[in-house]
T-cell receptor
Framework: DAGVIQSPRHEVTEMGQEVTLRCKPI?????LFWYRQTMMRGLELLIY????????DSGMPEDRFSAKMPNASFSTLKIQPSEPRDSAVYFC?????????????FGPGTRLTVL | AQSVTQLGSHVSVSEGALVLLRCNYS??????LFWYVQYPNQGLQLLLK??????LVKGINGFEAEFKKSETSFHLTKPSAHMSDAAEYFC???????????FGAGTRLFVKA
């Protein structure tokens, strides 16, 4: 099992540019989470998908952020336009959830730096 | 709504000493309680989880946690710290009736030689 795969691992971009982060969840999992981690705010849940459908995106900071899950094996988180305050480590996690919750398996994260 | 408090953002122990990381959840009993560990430059990984089957839960790497309803606590312990235990630890209760697992602010554990 390859685990949750995220790409790129590091991204450095300039303010105003579009950034796309990618995630491949563990095969067979039906839930996918995007988190953002910073020193100041800790770990924040941005959005949660269940069976490819966005269930709650209340954690998405603003309209500059969007996430998609076109199929069970792929998700993207897009920031357009990016700003320096978006600099953080972004984690994708997947889980198999039926009627409750279960262990979330985290990817290695994407470290985003916006100059 | 479920909430969680981890007492102490930093804990420092000597190698071989007892590790105690504190976690208190809000008054509503969560159906699930997790401890996750994050090593430097890595994602979080499960350390142990409570699912009401037993109040004392054993996890990986010699860690265990005890669910105490009367104290609304789920403290993490390890009898003897090892240098490799240096990491950040997150307590994470799951809200009843919902999908959200709420992550605490984390406690960074330092282990001194």
């Amino acid at each position: 099992d390859a685990g949750v795969i995220q790409s790129p691992r590091h991204e450095v971009t300039e303010m105003g540019q579009e950034v796309t982060l990618r995630c491949k969840p563990i095969s067979g999992h039906n839930s996918l989470f995007w988190y953002r981690q910073t020193m100041m705010r800790g770990l924040e849940l941005l959005i949660y998908f269940n069976n490819n459908v966005p269930i709650d995106d209340s954690g998405m900071p603003e309209d500059r952020f969007s996430a998609k899950m076109p199929n069970a094996s792929f998700s993207t988180l897009k920031i357009q336009p990016s700003e320096p305050r978006d600099s953080a480590v972004y984690f994708c996690a997947s889980s198999f959830v039926i009627g409750g919750t279960d262990t979330q398996y985290f990817g290695p994260g994407t470290r985003l730096t916006v100059l | 709504a479920q909430s969680v408090t981890q007492l102490g953002s930093h804990v420092s122990v000597s190698e071989g000493a007892l590790v105690l990381l504190r976690c208190n959840y809000s008054s509503s009993v969560p159906p699930y309680l997790f401890w996750y560990v994050q090593y430097p430059n890595q994602g979080l990984q499960l350390l142990l989880k409570y699912t009401s089957a037993a109040t004392l839960v054993k996890g990986i790497n010699g860690f265990e946690a005890e669910f105490k309803k009367s104290e609304t606590s789920f403290h993490l312990t390890k009898p003897s710290a090892h240098m490799s235990d240096a990491a950040e630890y997150f307590c994470a209760p799951h809200g009843a009736g919902g999908f959200k697992t709420i992550f605490g602010a984390g406690t960074r554990l330092f282990v001194k030689a």
